[in-house]
Every structure is written in C-alpha cells, then in structure tokens.
C-alpha cells in the first residue's frame, strides 16, 4: 500500500481559494486512482473527486463541480485538490485516498480505496 500525507487545509473566508496537497511515499505511486474525500462533524465521509492514474478522467462530485479542480503530478506523488469560491458548507476533514480501480462510476465509494491519509482540516467562515 501506498502511505498517504494531506497538507494545506486552513481557515478561510466565504469565496476564497485553497489549494490543498497529499504526497505519496512508498512504491508505485502511478498505478493507484486518487480520490479525495471530506467529512464533516456529524456526518458520514462523502466523494469530492477522483483523477485516474495518467491524470484522467477527473470526476467530481455535484457539490463541487465547477469550482474544484483534481489534478495531480506522478513525478512529485502528489495528488492536488485545488478549491474556489469556497463556502461554509465545504469545511470538513478532507482526506486524500489510493485505489486501483478504473471505473470511475465505482471510484465514488469511498470502499474503493484501500489506502488513506491522515486528513487536513479545511474551514470556510461565513
């Protein structure tokens, strides 16, 4: 398994923009589908995005389509979660995640993903 670290989560305003970070250690880095995920206190982990292994096919979530960007960069390990125009009702716990499936419709579970990090706190003030 891939051992996973986020970084970059923060206290912001209403509207504003955070990019945040997760880098890899161990091997294979490449061959894993990156995902991000987030929770929030009192509710249950749900899908943000996921980026396939070349940088593919990313896929969003509703709440966030439009505004955040998945990307992510082999030859650093590191997957990013670029956030505009945030809102109050993006803070959470956001998690960045490994799995080696492909299709992107399963990739939304977050019982996809075998490996998972240890969570960046992002907090979007009113």
């Known amino acids: 398994q891939v051992q996973l670290a986020e970084s970059g989560g923060g206290l912001v305003q209403t509207g504003d923009s955070l990019r945040v970070s997760c880098t890899a250690s161990g091997v294979n880095f490449y061959s894993y589908t990156m995902g991000w995920f987030r929770q929030s206190p009192g509710n249950e982990r749900e899908f943000v995005a996921t980026i396939l292994r070349a940088g593919g096919r990313p896929t969003y979530a509703d709440a966030v389509k439009g505004r955040f960007t998945i990307s992510r960069d082999n030859t650093k390990k590191t997957v990013y979660l670029q956030m505009n125009n945030l809102k109050p009702e993006d803070t959470a716990l956001y998690y960045c995640?490994?799995?080696?499936?492909?299709?992107?419709?399963?990739?939304?579970?977050?019982?996809?993903?075998?490996?998972w990090g240890q969570g960046t706190q992002v907090t979007v003030s009113s």
């Open positions: 995640a490994g799995g080696s499936g492909v299709i992107m419709s399963t990739m939304r579970a977050s019982g996809a993903y075998a490996s």
